[in-house]
């Protein structure tokens, strides 16, 4: 089970050279239901994802990278390209998603907790914009399919 809480970023956190980066390439061979295939570094994953926002059921299979390749030729919609920065903040740790090419400039945090009471709990720091946990446009899968959101209509 996943539960996250997604926000837009406002502003970068100081020093954020400090904090360990990953470049991240994903496509989806299914929005509905998600089925991802992601290489992030030298990591090779497919992703297949159930409904929900908040919290829903994820399952993780290692792939290699010939398997990869040839799902990724089998993907429906852009390729989403990121790299994904890791802050820490106090017991949590921020995956803070820099968005590259056609979703360039979007920047996304993203913070997972143990339990959907403590996702509730979480107090936003300061350098996080608006929340759209709960806005479909801003999952990946989305923003694989349909590009950039309207920033200004939401």
């Not at 820490?88 to 339990?115: K, N, Q, S």
């Amino acid at each position: 089970m996943e539960i996250e809480r997604k926000f837009l970023i406002s502003r970068l956190p100081d020093a954020l050279e400090q904090y360990p980066c990953v470049r991240m390439e994903q496509a989806y061979i299914s929005t509905d239901p998600v089925i991802r295939v992601r290489r992030a570094g030298e990591r090779y994953i497919l992703t297949c994802k159930g409904r929900g926002l908040l919290s829903r059921d994820e399952l993780e299979l290692d792939l290699t990278p010939d398997a990869y390749t040839r799902l990724l030729s089998k993907a429906d919609g852009a390729s989403v390209v990121k790299d994904r920065y890791r802050v820490p903040l106090g017991a949590y740790t921020v995956e803070l998603d820099i968005f590259r090419e056609a979703l360039a400039p979007l920047m996304l945090a993203e913070v997972e907790f143990p339990t959907e009471a403590a996702a509730q709990a979480f107090a936003a720091p300061d350098w996080f914009g608006q929340e759209v946990t709960y806005d479909p446009a801003y999952t990946n899968a989305a923003l694989s399919r349909d590009g950039l959101p309207d920033l200004e209509q939401r």
